[in-house]
């Protein structure tokens, strides 16, 4: 039997966890890991959280079944699709996509190397799902890791126990689980003991880390207490003693877990990178609360500046949904005026997508299509020049950045695959750390002393 693979992996980082672990479990069940258009079996691990998704899902899907139907890839291929489009429409996908060999939900992850031995000898089931997702692998450091030698990310938590209206991941990641936070601490020390220059925490809602399993049982507004137990802070400071010199990156807090004690340890923990990712998504009370963001203008306005006071040089990133159902005109200018006054250091902005089995998709009051876009539009205009500003603020400085490629970095600012880069010159080993001078800036792209002339001789 030729056990050969490929892993096209879409979606977020928390996809991409699952994907490592997929490829571990394949290359230790004999499993060799090649191209696509050369492996007797292709895996598609799909994100189905908005329509986009769900269509970049669709269009690889189908583009996979035109290759092998073309003969560009083995004509017996197998094609997997796993993750949340599976767990989410698997049982619809068998019956208009019936080139697709299996569907995989994001509880079988850690029996992948079954079904695909199954799905090559031609008795796999069409269909592996679980009706609700509880699964906890421990995503220890033996998965492989696609993200290269010097970042990892760090799955902390699976699943997530709010309620967002306009969400469909709980129902498909089930209830918030954490993590052992011993089982994390040994996950990190691999990691840096191999290399890696920067670990980034990733959760649905890495705020929340530990609050399943408080003895007196945690609310959607809790905050983070380690007098209660495990907690993100009480996890900051244990991973914050590993030796080595390396940066955590927290990404995905939910503003409404935000205590003093996490400020705090933002603040005490050197190894923490000076950057906080908080999704806030709106800013105008009623919209808030009929989102169920358990938060309120007030207390988010509040938070930032203790935030900013407690953190200084701290980069806030975070994101804002355009046209959310029953967002008025004077919602939009408050969030535009929010904008303006808290020029977020990084951010985006997001028109509405209606997501079929939400709360906020049978909700009465939807803005047009063109209005969502309209005012998302206008929203990332105004964080445009803000990014101009910032990037302009940014010259003459002198900034600490981990070299991802030759000469590409990033800074303390920039996560992987979502921030800017920083352009520097070619000759900083890859992997590592360096201290460079700004010399120049487009918005969030930053170039460095030396960085032209190493352009130009490429
Ligand atoms: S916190 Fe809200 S937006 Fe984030 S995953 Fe949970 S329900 Fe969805």
Known sequence: MDKSFALISLGCAKNLVDSEVMCNQLLLAGFRKVQPEQAAILLINTCAFI???????????????????????????????????????????????????????????????????????????????????????????????LTGGHFAYIKIAEGCNHACAYCAIPRIRGPHRSRPLSSIVREVRECVTHGVREVNLIAQDTTYYGMDKWDKRATKTSGVDSSRGDSLAS????????????????????????????????????????????????????????????????????????IRAAVPGIGIRTTFIGGLPGETEDDHAELRDFIREFRFERAGVFAYSKEEGTLAAKMK?????????????????????????????????TVRVLVDAPGIARGPWDAPDVDG??????????????????????????FAEGAEEAEEQM
């Open 235 to 306: 996890l900051l400071r244990a991973l914050n003693e590993i030796p080595g010199d390396f940066w955590i990156r927290v990404l995905y807090t939910h503003p409404a877990h935000w205590s003093r004690e996490l400020i705090d340890a933002f603040a005490e923990c050197d190894k923490v990178v000076k950057y906080v990712d908080i999704p806030l998504q709106h800013i105008s009370a009623h919209i808030l609360q009929e989102q169920r963001r358990m938060t309120d203008g007030d207390y988010i306005r509040k938070l930032l500046r203790d």
């Open 51 to 145: 329509v986009p998704a769900k269509e970049e899902a669709i269009n690889t899907i189908f583009a996979a079944v035109r290759d092998r139907d073309a003969g560009l890839s083995p004509t017996d291929q197998k094609i997997v699709v796993c993750g949340c489009l599976s767990q989410r429409y698997a049982k619809d996908l068998v019956k208009s996509m019936p080139e697709v060999d299996c569907f995989v939900g994001v509880d079988l992850i850690c029996r992948i190397a079954e079904i695909a031995a199954a799905c090559l000898a031609g008795t796999a089931e069409k269909v592996y799902t679980t009706q609700v997702s509880t699964l906890l692998p421990d995503f220890g450091s033996s998965r492989y890791r």
């Open 365 to 397: 009051n939807q803005v047009h299509h063109a209005t969502r876009k309209r005012r998302a539009n206008e929203l990332n205009m105004i964080l445009a020049s803000i990014a101009d500003e910032m990037g302009a603020e940014a010259i003459g400085k």
């Open 421 to 446: 880069s920083i352009h520097v010159p070619v000759s900083l080993p890859v992997g590592e750390f360096a201290e460079v001078k700004i010399a120049d800036a487009i918005a969030y792209e930053l």
